[in-house]
């Protein structure tokens, strides 16, 4: 295998990385934990689903049960024995974690030597990443916002009774898909992006190739807006001049202008419509789900709809400008998506 | 007194012996007796002045040793046995406390050494990693512990929502551990700035570089110059004390890291771990529900907006 693997190796193993390597084994251990949990509950409400009659009297869980045992345990000694060692090994793992790796430290700040890449800490890094595809006013302020109002609106826009605690995945496929989709393939994914793939320049380096500062990428990046007039050799290109015609002549100069904004409206309304219906037929795609809509008010369908499609706005963003190139959709003078 | 006693007449030297008798004996008896009572130290008023419970292997005794402690009594006296499992709650919420604990005690110690000023920051630092004994391990486990509770906090709101544990009546509990998390993440945040490094002033940098562009409240944020906003006036420079990451941003991040957002973070733990206890306790491990058994609610169904679950 050829390649610059040692680069690899220097980004992982740098100290301050530590925390995001470990969430790559952490995270798909804990799936892998919840998901033999939520298999052997789905194994036991299956069963149960088809004996109403042993359903009525059955011990409906799968931890190890025997008549005899008391339902509840003192939390003295029971529970704080387990706090109390969950405490020392915490403390065991930060001893050893400390004495073996030091925290790092860079020369002193200064304000003429920029860094590069100058990368925030690990946890933002999903944001810093989120500035690839938008202007900061959403990847550093609206989508940071849309996250914590999106996990806050969770428990009230979740109709679905079922899988109130403990580990289910056949009951609430919608909600667990969503939050895998959102934590590990966005919220996860981008982070590593961040730590291992994005370099110096805060270029793409595929894992192999070393990070050199000098590297030059030519990279055109197009707007939306230009792409009709570049496709048909110029015959439909976006410059106003039909609306030109409609207006005052000391105006005309703005006509361009005009129609970019008109024209990026459209794609948007157009998402917006397109990815609202997907989430509604998501929404209803098999029986439970729709019985779980049909208990949702017009308040949570529009609310998870909305999320929904604001949330896929980033993945559909990210395709557009990694493999096309496109950088802004619509453009406006006041802003641009 | 002394010439009283018998009759006779007795000397300076008699009494004193006398009283050496007297105080041999008390020596010897009380003691003797108090020494016994060591044994049994539970009997003790100093030890039953700290502990308002005596210390036996009986329910009762262990129910107010729990309800009876102002650090226990978040705890319930009784717990379901299967939610000691491990497998249930992963320990993440419990483990992001304690970091807490730890990150304070080791932050304490940290701003002894620490001054938030252009000129010491730095220097105090290198001085904690080559003077101060055990500075830098006290360095490394705050610098460790922090990432590591960033990490349980996220593997704890994904247990939280794997196990359905937001739902009736925990949503809004849910909601103070979002907020928390938030917290958790800018605490972090306004510490990376502290040691005036290149790696703290470029991440700082890079950071409130996006509040400029804050639609309204940042200079070049959409509609932010046509509201007035400039370089001096906007949320940027509110967050930094000025218009570059210099003195000022050091103090106000000084400020948030170690006063403020541990006071504002403590009150709403406060309010997290009591609505465990007053939403019921921990979720479950609970029985599982069918799905033959959801109930079609009946008059107005629980809305977001509207009042819910009085019945």
Same mark, same amino acid.
């Given at each position: 295998m050829g390649g610059d693997w040692h680069q690899l190796w220097e980004i992982a193993s740098a100290p301050d990385n530590v925390p995001i390597v470990a969430m790559l084994f952490l995270v798909p251990f804990y799936v892998w934990y919840s998901f033999r949990q939520a298999r052997a509950n789905d194994d036991l409400i299956e069963k149960l689903e088809a004996d109403p009659a042993a359903a009525k009297t059955a011990h409906r869980k799968t931890q190890p049960y025997h008549p005899k045992w008391e339902r509840e345990v003192h939390t003295w000694p029971y529970l704080m024995r387990i706090e109390f060692v969950a405490a020392i090994l915490v403390t065991v793992l930060l001893m050893v974690w400390s004495l073996t790796l030091n925290a790092p430290l860079e020369e002193p700040s200064n304000p003429n030597v920029t860094m590069n890449p100058a990368k925030a800490p690990w946890y933002f890094l999903g944001l810093q990443e989120m500035l690839v595809y938008f202007d900061p006013w959403i990847a550093g302020v609206v989508m940071p916002t849309l996250i914590i109002i999106g996990l806050m609106a969770i428990p009230y826009i979740d109709a679905n009774p079922l899988g109130n605690g403990y580990y289910t995945y056949r009951q609430r496929r919608f909600a667990i898909w969503t939050f895998y989709g959102g934590f590990i393939g966005l919220w996860v994914a981008m982070i590593s992006i961040g730590t291992f793939i994005r370099g110096p320049g805060w270029m793409w380096f595929w894992p192999g190739s070393t990070w050199d500062a000098e590297r030059v990428e030519y990279a055109v990046n197009r707007n939306l807006d230009t792409i009709p007039g570049a496709l048909t050799g110029g015959l439909f290109q976006i410059n106003g001049s039909w609306i030109a015609h409609l207006m005052p002549v000391a105006n005309r100069a703005y006509a361009p202008i005009l129609a970019r904004i008109i024209f990026g409206f459209f794609p948007i309304a157009i998402y917006f419509l397109v990815a609202a219906y997907l989430v509604y037929l998501v929404m209803n795609s098999t029986e439970f789900a729709r019985r779980i809509f049909r208990r949702m008010t017009l308040l949570q369908i529009v609310t998870t709809d909305l999320l929904m499609v604001l949330m896929l706005a980033l993945p559909v963003k990210i395709l557009l400008r990694l493999i096309f190139r496109i950088k802004y959709i619509w453009v406006t003078p006041w802003f641009s998506i | 007194m002394a010439e009283e006693n018998g009759g006779k007449r007795t000397g300076l030297l008699d009494r004193v012996r006398e009283d050496a008798e007297d105080i041999k004996k008390l020596v010897q008896e009380k003691g003797k007796e108090e020494i016994e009572g060591l044994k049994d130290p539970e009997k003790?008023? /100093?030890y039953r002045s700290i502990f308002r419970v005596k210390h036996e292997d009986t329910p009762r005794?262990?129910? /107010?040793?729990?309800?009876? =402690? *102002?650090?226990?009594?978040?705890?319930? #006296?009784? *717990? =379901? &046995?299967? #939610?000691t499992r491990y497998n249930f709650t992963w320990g993440m919420g419990g483990i992001t406390f304690y970091l807490f604990i730890v990150l304070t005690f080791t932050g304490v110690l940290l701003m002894f050494y620490y001054h938030p000023t252009k000129v010491q920051a730095f220097r105090d630092i290198l001085y904690l990693e080559n003077d101060v004994p055990f500075g830098k391990l006290l360095r490394n486990m705050h610098r460790w512990a922090a990432h590591l509770m960033v990490i349980a906090v996220w593997l704890h709101m994904f247990r939280v929502f794997l196990t359905g544990s937001y739902k009736r009546p925990r949503e809004f509990n849910w909601c103070v551990g979002v907020l928390l998390m938030v917290l958790t993440l800018l605490l972090s945040f306004t510490g990376y700035l502290l040691p005036d490094d290149q790696l703290g002033f470029w991440a700082v940098t890079v950071g409130t570089n996006m509040a400029r562009a804050t639609p309204g409240l940042g200079n070049e944020g959409p509609f932010g110059s046509l509201l007035g906003m400039t370089p001096y006036n906007d949320v940027r420079f509110a967050l930094l004390g000025?218009?570059? *990451?210099?003195? =000022?941003?050091? /103090? &106000?991040?000084?400020?948030?890291?170690?006063?403020a957002i541990p006071l504002i973070a403590s009150i709403f733990m406060g309010v997290h771990f009591w609505r465990v206890r007053k939403d019921g306790g921990i979720s479950g491990p609970a029985p599982v529900m069918l799905e033959s058994e959801i109930k079609e609610e009946k008059g107005p169904r629980p809305v977001i907006m509207r009042p819910s679950g009085m019945a």
């Open positions: - | 003790t008023q /100093l005794s262990r129910s /107010l040793g729990v309800l009876s =402690n *102002v650090f226990l009594h978040l705890h319930p #006296a009784k *717990v =379901n &046995r299967d #939610a000025g218009s570059i *990451v210099d003195a =000022n941003a050091l /103090l &106000r991040a000084y400020i948030w890291h170690c006063i």
